[in-house]
Nanobody
Framework: QVQLVESGGGLVQAGASLRLSCAAS??????MGWFRQAPGKERAFVAA????????QYADSVKGRFTISRDNAKNTMYLQMNSLNFEDTAVYYC???????????????????WGQGTQVTVSS
């Protein structure tokens, strides 16, 4: 059974940091990504990583503040989030797919596997 399990969310004040983890089991993925969904909004791309060589992409809104990384030995992906602000409040989901495509990495619909999500709440 393939599973993606996120952890690390929580309630923090603006300016603080959090580190999210996404542990995969049941298979490995060549591409993994982080997406987020705020209340009343569509699921939005945050960051993606090519698990083979570490190539990354970021949404403009998080570039310079968030860092995506992976540990292939643990089949785990991370999202280090610094300088959090109120607009970062959302449920964060990790996703995996078999193939890396720099063109499609930002598209939620191409990912076949999703975690259950972890809540990140930033108080102003």
């Amino acid at each position: 059974q393939v599973q993606l399990v996120e952890s690390g969310g929580g309630l923090v004040q603006a300016g603080a940091s959090l580190r999210l983890s996404c542990a995969a089991s049941g298979r490995t993925f060549n591409a993994m990504g982080w997406f987020r969904q705020a209340p009343g909004k569509e699921r939005a791309f945050v960051a993606a990583i090519y698990m083979t060589d570490g190539n990354t992409q970021y949404a403009d809104s998080v570039k310079g503040r968030f860092t995506i990384s992976r540990d292939n030995a643990k089949n785990t992906m991370y999202l280090q989030m610094n300088s959090l602000n109120f607009e970062d409040t959302a449920v964060y989901y990790c996703a995996g797919r078999a193939n890396w495509s720099p063109i499609l990495a930002r598209v939620p619909g191409v990912y076949g596997y999703w975690g259950q999500g972890t809540q990140v709440t930033v108080s102003s």
